[in-house]
């Protein structure tokens, strides 16, 4: 049939008037199905996303799909719906990994609800999910019911990990009143819906609570229904704590991992290396297990303390509160007294993190502790699970001092001997900073080696292996053992005069006036001034241009020594002293200790704690005296 242009033109609007009314029904008809839902909240309130789906299973799919959803996003962004359900249960509602952070005044309890269905419908929403894929073979036609099987299975598993870091507490009444910590918080857990307000109140059969241990606490509980919980704050003394003062908390759930995580029993990562008066280098074990693998970004972050001060008392396992009140800490802006950086050891080529603290007072005692600081994403988070990365981790303590002000400088960053980080003898008037220091200890290993090298192209390395001096051990082997000796004897690893006397100090210089002008006693000086051991040092040009004074060395290991007996050519006559030879093994070796401990010098050590392994000093026999190729002094 043909129409006339007036006709397709009536009919091309009467279409279109059809299409209109059609979208306004398809647009507006799931708000009439809303309006009725909302209804329900309040009353159904707790029971959980699927039983919408059992209650309504009678209506039309399309309909039912819509309103099994809704529910689950709509409070997110409809501020009623949230005020609704505040009301219903006394609680303020937490999402699945969004810390929240509040006050608490002292005596005061704060409740929240964690509803299983916030945590059901975003695993059915989300396509990735394992969830998903285990149910792709479901047939499409009772979709509702597959749902409402999909979200029961994922919860009756689901475990919920809560958190909380407290991030301000009381403050003292004044900084004299040493004798009493603000007292900690209490997380209280109910799951049953007998007890939406867990509390110091409420029986404990209808609930569990677990006091923060130094700011921080975790719990964990199978997510199977909607879950309560409250922080409350203890009564707090006026007489030790000033009125009116607050607790601050931040706490958080998470179906993947504790957001906020603590350590404080297995050994730290974080390793001493080693100070001087006023700074101090510690760092990670390697990071890497491949030499590889590289590292650009540092993992940790550190805060420092010192031990006398009880600043951090009470939070010492709260990220949130070491970040803000730990003596030592990096700034909002990167800024603080601590450096920090990726380091590739040039030994064994794994990557460590190194943190290098400044500005601290003499002869104190500190602690160091190592954090990861929480990622601020959740999908960031989400990629890391599994792995420490993500969350706020705050590991146990280590320990380390500074030394009192005098000879010892702490260098690092040499370029030669690189795995040489410690304090060495030095002397502020004419060094005034470790850089300049660090130059001059570079210069003298660097000219040394240069001459050594020179001996070695005297021996055939170039030649075929039966020509050569050893069938095990080649000219390479030679240049490591004799670079590992010429930085552990050349840069002699510095104690305090003042220390106490150990085995394996050795005193040096000690006819030399301190800076102040004042000397060594005179009993020790009449005792041991004419042994060239104790009147030198081991080299001696240290004596000559740098001055640093009467100090004491920590001595460097026996093996670092044979190590060069057994690795390079007999002709170029190294030898080393045997322990129990009366040829000055004394004042010039010390030995490793079976525990670990910090008893003598060698590349890379630091204060390692008593569990560390260690490399046994081998036994490979030398005679003599030290030869005097490279002019170091006994
Ligand atoms: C789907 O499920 C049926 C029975 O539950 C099973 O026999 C079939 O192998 C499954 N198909 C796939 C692709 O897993
Ligand atoms: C959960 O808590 C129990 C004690 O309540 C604890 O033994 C368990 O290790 C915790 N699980 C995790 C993954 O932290
Ligand atoms: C480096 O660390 C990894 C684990 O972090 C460890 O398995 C590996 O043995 C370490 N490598 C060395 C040389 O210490
Ligand atoms: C150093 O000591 C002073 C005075 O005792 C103190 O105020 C300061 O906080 C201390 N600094 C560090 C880094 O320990
Ligand atoms: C991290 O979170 C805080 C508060 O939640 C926000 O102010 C800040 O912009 C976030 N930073 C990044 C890098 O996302
Ligand atoms: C160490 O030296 C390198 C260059 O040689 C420099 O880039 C780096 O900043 C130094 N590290 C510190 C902590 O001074
Ligand atoms: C270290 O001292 C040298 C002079 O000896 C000076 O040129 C240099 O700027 C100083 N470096 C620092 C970081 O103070
Ligand atoms: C480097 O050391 C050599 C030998 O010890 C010395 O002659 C030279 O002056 C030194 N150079 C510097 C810049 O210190
Ligand atoms: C001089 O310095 C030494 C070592 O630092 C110290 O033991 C001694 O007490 C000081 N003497 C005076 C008079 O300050
Ligand atoms: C040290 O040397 C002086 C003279 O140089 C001498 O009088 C004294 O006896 C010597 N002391 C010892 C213990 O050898
Ligand atoms: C070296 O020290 C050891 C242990 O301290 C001691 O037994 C030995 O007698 C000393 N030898 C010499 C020659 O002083």
Redesign the pocket.
């Known amino acids: 049939m043909q129409l006339s242009p007036l006709q397709s033109r009536l009919a091309a609007s009467v279409i279109a008037s059809c299409l209109l009314f059609i979208i306004y029904l398809l647009l507006f008809s799931p708000q009439f199905a809303l309006a009725a839902e909302l209804d329900h909240t309040p009353i159904n309130h707790g029971s959980g996303l699927w039983s919408y789906t059992t209650s309504e299973d009678d209506d039309g799919d399309a309909i039912d799909t819509l309103e099994l959803r809704r529910p689950a996003y709509e409070p997110n962004f409809a501020l009623f719906d949230r005020s609704i359900i505040g009301r219903a249960s006394g609680a303020a509602k937490l999402n699945n990994d969004e810390p929240v952070r509040s006050n608490i005044l002292p005596g005061d309890t704060v409740t929240y609800v964690f509803e299983q269905a916030s945590v059901s419908s975003r695993s059915t929403q989300d396509p990735s999910g394992s969830l998903e894929l285990r149910n792709l073979n479901e047939s499409d036609d009772d979709e509702p019911v597959a749902d409402g099987e999909r979200v029961r299975r994922a919860t009756s598993t689901t475990t919920l990990y809560i958190s909380a870091n407290t991030c301000d507490q009381p403050g003292r009444i004044s900084p004299d009143q040493t004798t009493m910590d603000p007292p900690q918080l209490t997380l209280y857990v109910s799951t049953t819906s007998d007890n939406t307000s867990p509390g110091p109140g409420q029986s404990d059969d209808v609930q569990k609570f677990l006091v923060f241990d130094e700011g921080a606490v975790m719990f964990n509980t199978t997510l199977d229904r909607d879950v309560y919980l409250s922080i409350s704050a203890p009564e707090v003394s006026s007489q030790y704590f000033s009125s009116g003062s607050q607790y601050n908390f931040q706490v958080a759930v998470s179906t993947d991992e504790y957001y906020h995580a603590y350590d404080s029993v297995t050994d730290s990562n974080l390793i001493w290396v080693d100070s001087d008066a006023s700074s101090t280098l510690l760092r990670t074990r390697n990071l890497t297990s491949t030499p590889q693998e590289a590292m650009e970004t540092t993992p940790y972050v550190m805060f420092a303390q010192d031990r006398n001060s009880v600043a951090v008392n009470g939070i010492r396992n709260s990220y949130c509160g070491l970040s803000s009140w730990a003596q030592i800490r990096l700034l909002a802006d990167g800024s603080g007294p601590i450096s920090m950086g990726m380091k590739r050891s040039s030994s064994d080529k794994l990557m460590r993190q190194e943190f290098y603290v400044s500005g601290l007072n003499a002869s104190s005692q500190y602690t160091g502790i190592l954090a990861l600081a929480p990622t601020n994403s959740t999908s960031a988070r989400k990629r890391a699970v599994g792995s420490t990365a993500g969350k706020a981790v705050v590991f146990k303590e280590t320990a380390f001092d500074t030394k009192p002000n005098g000879a010892c400088t702490f260098v690092f960053n040499l370029t030669f001997c690189d795995e040489m980080q410690y304090a060495v003898p030095g002397n502020p008037a004419l ?3 470790g ?2 220091l660090a130059a001059f200890y570079d210069n003298y290993t660097i000219t040394m080696y240069n001459n050594f090298q020179k001996s070695l192209d005297q021996v055939p390395c170039q030649a075929p292996p039966t020509q050569q001096y050893s069938l095990v051990k080649n000219c390479d082997d030679c240049k490591t053992a004799y670079k590992n000796w010429l930085c552990s004897v050349a840069i002699p690893r510095c104690e305090d005069f003042s220390s106490p006397d150990r085995d394996y100090l050795q005193m040096r210089n000690i006819n030399a006036p301190f800076p102040n002008g004042s000397f060594v006693s005179q009993e020790i000086r009449d005792r041991y001034g004419n042994q060239t051991a104790f009147a030198n040092s081991r080299n001696s040009i240290i004596d000559t241009d740098i001055q640093p004074g009467p100090y004491k060395e920590l001595l460097p290991c026996d093996d670092v020594c044979y190590e060069i007996v057994r690795s390079c050519p007999a002709s170029l006559g190294f030898s080393c002293p045997l322990p129990d030879s009366n040829f000055g093994f004394n004042t010039s070796y010390g030995l490793r200790k079976d525990d670990g401990s910090l008893s003598c010098n060698y590349p890379g050590s630091a204060h390692f704690s008593s569990s560390a392994s260690i490399i046994s000093a081998c036994s490979v026999v030398a005679i003599g005296i030290i030869s005097t190729l490279m002019a170091i002094v006994l």
Do not use: E, I, L, V
Request: glycine share 0%; net charge neutral; charged share 0%.
């Open positions: 060094f005034p900073n850089t300049a």
